[in-house]
């Protein structure tokens, strides 16, 4: 946690920032952020506490949100199947909303966590996010066929590896550094490439 909360906290984070996007969490090195931010090592740690606090300042509310914005997500979804909701309604949120509502508008900090974090906690984030969110599918699954809905039976496996490639595709434009243009453009070839799949084997197409 910050130790320091007076203007220089901003100074010492953008100088963080920058030298985990240029080096990487294992490259990157106390002393050089420190000369970033016109301070000694000794100042450095008024702010805080090691290397691995520093970087989980840059990346963990960016995670917070996305977590946040699934749970949400997820919430919403069952109670408009429950309401009895259109197909349009229900399925018409999507994880790349999630992408360009709360990814996009931080793409220093997922780039940090999505090609900067070995060697830190966060260097498994797609691996570990799918898996949360299979967990989740899996439940929708059994939710959506309680309600009647014909759906598809699926193994984790093979909801494993459909989650993967489904998410690596929407991370990939943010982490190639394509501009917000293209990477809409991107967004929606995958979003009309995974959706019939998605909708045929929740059991609503």
């Not at 909701?85 to 997922?110: A, Y």
Request: aromatic content about 12%.
């Amino acid at each position: 946690m910050p130790r320091d909360k007076s203007l220089s906290h901003e100074i010492v984070k953008k100088a963080i920032k920058e030298e985990f996007l240029e080096k990487g969490y294992e490259d990157a090195s106390i002393r050089s952020i420190g000369a970033r931010a016109g301070m000694t090592s000794a100042g450095l740690y008024r702010h805080f506490a090691d290397k691995e606090a520093m970087f989980a300042a840059m990346v963990e509310p960016l995670i917070n949100s996305i977590k946040s914005w699934t749970a949400r997500h997820t919430s919403m979804k069952y109670d408009f199947v429950d309401r009895g909701m259109s197909k349009d309604e229900i399925f018409g949120e999507t994880f790349i909303d999630m992408v360009k509502d709360v990814i996009l508008p931080r793409r220093d900090e997922f780039v940090l966590l999505m090609t900067r974090s070995n060697g830190t906690k966060y260097e498994n984030f797609i691996h570990d996010y799918v898996e949360e969110n299979q967990k989740k599918f899996m439940g929708a699954i059994t939710f959506l066929k309680e309600k009647g809905y014909p759906v598809k039976d699926i193994s984790e496996g093979e909801l494993h590896m459909l989650l993967s490639a489904y998410l690596t595709a929407c991370f990939e434009p943010i982490v190639h550094d394509f501009d917000d243009a293209k990477v809409l453009q991107y967004l929606n070839t995958v979003q009309e490439f995974f959706m019939p799949g998605w909708l045929k084997i929740m059991g609503v197409k």
